[in-house]
């Protein structure tokens, strides 16, 4: 039976429901000052709301040292009845003071293992996917070290690797160094924001690797892409990759529509260009094979 785990322990994969495949209850960031996700109430708000319009699952790409909450994430997974999956990982060095990347930089796959195996901090609470990010089109050092360890932490937890590309771009980088060279299966991979990147090919060649695609941030207005979702996600299923595809509400500042957007708006509209039956699998079916724990 595959698993997934939550912030309240491992649940049948089969058992996640309708998820938010990339989103954040919590995050904190210098690169965006004054625009912090902080606040427990508003969190619960978001979670509410997505629950009521039938969403069970949402998974947190928030990663080490961005203001993660993870004891936060537990109670208001309880207090919703919603599950939660959180993140271990890192994100782009821009979002780090040096010297916190400078302690924990040595010892990054075990900071990594931990957090999956014995849990963030002396929360208890376990992360149940590794978030990483890569560079505008293309992978730089901080890049390779942080894949490198979400590698060596994937290959002895199971754990999904979840990546951040930068305005959607350096796919092929990406999975040339986690699948070709570190060993890593695609299908075990997941790549964010993809669709920020209105290139047809690059989306086909990532979906030919094996890799899950979440298309992520629908609701974001600044990204001249956004109105093309419908079509790139149909263009892909008709070329036979239906099966990779997976939705996200990317809430990242105050006032993002977020994960209740994604149901309440986002779901009837791609009805119309995927059919019920495809979209009923992005939101349930696919999200428990993209995020189940693979045997280490």
Known sequence: MTRVRTVLGDVPAGELGV????????????????????????????????????????????????????????????????????????????HYPPESLGRIMPELEELFVSEITDGIGTTGVRAGLIKVAGAFHGLDAHARHTMRAAAGAHHRTGAPIAVHL????????????????????????????LGRFPDGVAQLDAARAGAFLAFDGPSRAHHATDWRLPEQLAALAEAGFGRQLLLGGDTTVPGTPGMPYLLRRLRPRLVRSLGEELLEAVLVDHPARAFALAEA
């Open 19 to 94: 998820c938010d495949a990339h989103d954040h209850l919590f995050i904190r960031t210098p690169v965006l000052p004054g625009l912090e996700l902080d606040d427990p109430e508003g969190a619960g708000e978001r979670l509410r709301d997505f629950h009521t319009l039938g969403g069970r699952t949402v998974v947190q790409w928030t990663p080490y040292g961005m203001g993660r909450r993870p004891a936060d994430l537990a109670a208001l997974s309880r207090a919703v009845g919603a599950r939660i999956v959180a993140a271990t990982g890192l994100h782009q060095a821009a």
């Open 166 to 193: 930068e305005l959607g771009t350096g796919a092929r980088d990406v999975l040339d160094l986690l699948c070709g060279e570190l060993g890593v299966e695609p299908r075990r991979v997941i790549l964010g924001h």
